[in-house]
Nanobody, 127 residues
């Protein structure tokens, strides 16, 4: 059974930084897509950043480019999201997600590509 557990959310002032962690367990493969998504109240869930586990592909939504960095530690089966220069509009519940085995090294920001989801961690940025 695949499980994803997020941690690292919290409340910060605008301009601050946070690092989110996603520990993946129960997944036996080594090559698949993983990513971070977020959902603000009253809005649809949107892709923030994705990464190909076992490869080099990375993608970001335009609004976080240059501020957020997604990374992975294969030895720990963990995916990170480093968030700098946070803005109030980044406030949302952040979810980690993973896909089933991906043979193509391309990880879309589309939620429908991902089968496994964590419970979410709240990020609140005040002005």
């Amino acid at each position: 059974q695949v499980q994803l557990v997020e941690s690292g959310g919290g409340s910060v002032q605008a301009g601050g930084s946070l690092r989110l962690s996603c520990a993946v367990s129960g997944y036996t493969g080594s090559r698949n897509c993983a990513g971070w998504f977020r959902q603000a109240p009253g809005k649809e869930r949107e892709g923030v950043a994705t990464i190909y586990r076992g490869g080099d592909f990375i993608a970001y939504r335009d609004s976080v480019k240059g501020r957020f960095t997604i990374s992975q530690d294969p030895a720990k089966n963990t995916v990170y999201l480093h968030m700098n220069s946070l803005k109030p509009e980044d406030t949302a519940m952040y979810y980690c997600a993973a896909a089933t085995s991906d043979t193509d090294e391309y990880c879309p920001l589309w939620t429908g590509h991902y089968s496994y989801w964590g419970q979410g961690t709240q990020v609140t940025v005040s002005s």
